[in-house]
């Protein structure tokens, strides 16, 4: 298949969410998503107070496409003890099976093991994945605005905030975050790597960040493994993932982190 991971990603997703809605309807989803119990309020666990160090999305990643096999058959209620344990603001939870080895069950996993909000982290390209999410037990989701035509995000945007969902907006330059703001996103995400390519740029984050409107909330994603790696960034935020889960111990790497922070 010709094109960018990216694209090929994408194409997988369309097919799959095809497929889940032949399995069950929007109107069945609509009803166990109305049934949920009330979000944790994920962007509220973002918001930094003045003089307080970045809080720390913690990702459940078991693989990706550039990284291949991280934590093979992670058990994600053990993580997500781990994380809550030692430190996180919330959770990332990976939602993807063909190329992230992740599953939608994960997040009722995590959900029942701990207390903290939690993202669904998938390529969403539809509404129906965003009532999915919130009948699996996410508070927010992520929509990556290099995947979506802008008047699908602001749908999507739109889709979420009725199902009291929050959305982490993904962006990678600033175009891509003026399409953001302008489709309503408040809770913003700078992700160093480019996921057409995967190369990294760390200065992303702080070129773009002086550009969001004040209020938003800035997440910086990819590449953090240290303080160092987040000295200097204007976040409300870290999204970390890799360097945690390859970690012998993934709570003790977290907290190792969150000192490094302060």
């Known amino acids: 298949m010709t094109g960018t991971i990216l694209d090929t990603i994408l194409a997988t997703k369309r097919d799959e ?22 979000t944790r309020g994920f962007a509220a666990a973002l918001r930094r107070t003045p003089g307080s160090a970045p809080r720390v999305i913690a990702e459940i990643k078991r693989a990706s496409p550039s990284a291949g096999a991280i934590r093979a058959g992670a058990d994600p209620a053990e993580v997500a003890r781990a994380y809550a344990a030692n430190g996180a603001a919330a959770l990332s939870v990976l939602t993807d099976r063909r ?5 939608l069950a994960f997040l009722a996993a995590a959900r029942a093991a701990c207390a903290l909000p939690l993202l669904r982290k998938d390529f969403v390209v539809d509404p ?12 927010a989701v992520l929509l990556i605005v290099a995947a979506l035509p802008p008047g699908l995000l602001a749908e999507l945007i739109a889709v979420a905030v009725a199902h009291q969902l929050d959305a982490l907006v993904e962006v990678h330059d600033l175009a891509e975050a003026e399409v953001a703001v302008r489709a309503g996103a408040t809770v913003i995400g700078v992700n160093h790597r480019d996921l057409r390519t995967f190369a990294m740029d760390m200065s992303l984050t702080r070129t773009i960040a002086p550009h969001l409107p004040a209020g938003a909330i800035v997440v910086a994603e990819s590449g953090i493994r240290t303080g160092a790696d987040a000295a200097g960034l204007a976040c409300d935020a870290l ?3 890799e360097s945690l889960m390859r970690a012998s111990d993934p709570g003790a790497a977290l907290h190792a982190l969150i000192a490094s922070l302060r």
């Open 17 to 38: 969410v095809a497929a889940g809605k032949r399995e069950r309807t929007l109107g069945e989803l609509e009803a166990v998503a109305r049934a949920a119990g009330p």
């Open 99 to 103: 190329y992230f080895d992740g599953e």
């Open 239 to 241: 999204l970390v993932g």
């Open 128 to 139: 129906y994945q965003v009532v999915e999410a919130r009948a699996a037990g996410a508070d």
